[in-house]
């Protein structure tokens, strides 16, 4: 059994100059290379992305190509051949199995937030609503994959909610929304920080842990089997 993984550079992971969709559409790019060299048509990378505005295309291609991720000597987006572009290898790596990523993908186009929203009166409303979080969703996996280390003494990955911000632009809502989601399908186990006492007599939480569920050996085994579902994160 060959297992097809897909590496994303980390400074691209944690460049703070570009957003999780622009990270997402080279995730995307590096998924349809050979050789770092994607050929694709505009429309089928679109379909890939499930975006459908090509400005939108057009935007996260060139600010990937002005950081120095990918290369391409169009200016417009071709209509009616397709594109080549180079994707520019920079430095140490995180790998994801391809299984990994398609699910959490799929389970992340619809994750339940809560939002409000003010009535004729001015006053909060509470309401559910379904939110598109796969970009977010599959970067955030990949800062995961990336920090973890199973040498480490807590032997997880343990990075802050404000890092976590400040380095994808994640909102805190977010962050716990997808956490719980990627936990409930076993794609990532979440392990809620204990709380402890500082010198000063404050009580303080530590940070989540996270273990990636990533295919590990040659014959398919992932890193863990199971966890409890009902882990509050």
């Known amino acids: 059994m060959k297992i097809s993984y897909i590496q994303m550079p980390n400074n691209l992971i944690l460049d703070t100059n570009l957003n999780t969709k622009a990270k997402y559409l080279y995730l995307v790019l590096k998924m349809s290379s050979t050789d770092n060299i ?3 048509y505009t429309k089928t990378l ?3 992305l499930q975006w459908s505005n090509t400005k939108t295309l057009k935007k996260y291609l060139t600010q990937l190509k002005h950081q120095g991720y990918i290369q391409y000597d169009f200016n417009k987006l071709p209509k009616h051949k397709p594109m080549e572009i180079k994707l520019l290898p920079k430095g140490y790596y995180t790998e994801l199995d391809r299984e990994i ?3 959490t993908i799929e389970i992340c186009k619809a994750v339940k937030i809560i939002r409000y929203t003010k009535d004729n009166n001015n006053n909060n409303i509470k ?3 379904l939110a598109d ?6 970067i955030l996996l990949y800062l ?3 920090y973890y280390n199973e040498n480490f003494s807590c032997g997880y990955a343990c990075p802050s909610y404000e890092h976590i911000y400040k380095t994808l632009k994640i909102r805190q809502q977010n962050i716990t929304a997808i956490n719980k989601t990627l936990h409930d399908n076993y794609i990532c186990k979440c392990i809620s920080g204990t709380y402890h006492q500082d010198d000063d007599g ?3 939480q530590h940070n989540n842990r996270y273990i990636p569920n990533k295919i590990v050996t040659e014959d398919g085994k992932t ?4 966890h409890k579902v009902k882990n509050k994160i």
């Open 38 to 40: 994607s050929i694709i």
């Open 46 to 48: 679109l379909k890939k």
């Open 101 to 103: 990523i398609h699910k």
């Open 127 to 129: 309401k559910e609503v």
């Open 133 to 138: 979080l796969k970009e977010d969703a599959i």
């Open 144 to 146: 995961y994959e990336m």
């Open 202 to 204: 404050n009580i303080r």
């Open 223 to 226: 890193r863990y089997k199971r």
